[in-house]
């Protein structure tokens, strides 16, 4: 089955220690990207790549790191999480660059930083 | 910069009724436009899009209809069911911006009742 799989889904933890949200999918696309949601302020881009070892900032970068040294792999980092970052985390993914603009989401990691 | 606006929700309507959530945008040059719908605890999905004027997306009895006169896009269905209870996301690719990013707006939740 198709499919981007995050992992945790569910995650409670304290400011300061790091924690990466693990991303994966099986359909071979060279685009991936995170995005958090907030309520009140839809989705939001962190980080994409357009493929292996390709990377680069979207609108709100700050606070995460991204790798991607596998094309079916991208790992979001929190090197040093806040409160400010508790949110839903998807990643996404797509074929041709993602100039189909059609995203494949993961099912949500919902991240609690207290 | 670019922009998508939908109505604020929650909408709330009975089983068979007919349904607009409405969707203008701003946006630079001639973007793609989509519906993308999200199901309780799930990931976002796409679930039509257009990518010139006056085209008409549809799926699963929704459709849409790029409006490049009134920068709308407005999401329509005629009979809505108790299992179209979702948050919808209207959102565009400018290509403007960065590649393959999505710019969406906040989130419509539509509840059906039986």
């Known amino acids: 089955e198709a499919q981007v799989t995050q992992n945790p889904r569910y995650l409670i933890t304290v400011t300061g220690k790091k924690l990466t949200v693990t991303c994966s999918q099986n359909?071979?696309?060279?685009?991936m990207s995170w995005y958090r949601q907030d309520p009140g302020l839809g989705l939001r881009q962190i980080y994409y790549?357009?493929?292996?070892?390709?990377?680069d900032k979207g609108d709100v970068p700050e606070g995460y790191k991204v790798s991607r040294k596998e094309k079916r792999n991208f790992p979001l980092i929190l090197e040093s999480p806040s409160p400010n970052q508790t949110s839903l985390y998807f990643c996404?993914?797509?074929?041709?660059?993602?100039?189909?603009?059609?995203?494949?989401f993961g099912e949500g990691s919902r991240l609690t930083v207290l | 910069g670019d922009s998508v606006t939908q109505m604020e929700g929650p909408v709330t309507l009975s089983e068979e009724a007919f349904l607009t959530i409405n969707c203008t945008y701003t946006?630079?040059?001639?973007?793609?436009l989509f519906w993308y719908v999200q199901y309780p605890g799930e990931g976002l999905q796409l679930l039509l899009k257009a990518t010139k004027a006056d085209d008409k997306g549809s799926n699963k009895g929704f459709e849409a209809t790029y409006r490049k006169e009134t920068t709308s896009f407005h999401l329509e269905k005629g009979s809505v069911q108790v299992s179209d209870s979702a948050v919808y996301f209207c959102?565009?690719?400018?290509?403007?911006?960065?590649?393959?990013?999505?710019?969406f707006g906040k989130g419509t939740k539509l509840s059906v009742k039986p």
């Open positions: 996404a993914s797509s074929p041709a660059g993602g100039n189909t603009g059609e995203l494949f």
């Open positions: 959102a565009l690719r400018s290509y403007g911006g960065s590649q393959g990013n999505l710019i």
């Open positions: 359909m071979n696309h060279e685009y």
């Open positions: 946006a630079t040059g001639y973007p793609s």
């Open positions: 790549s357009m493929n292996v070892e390709v990377t």
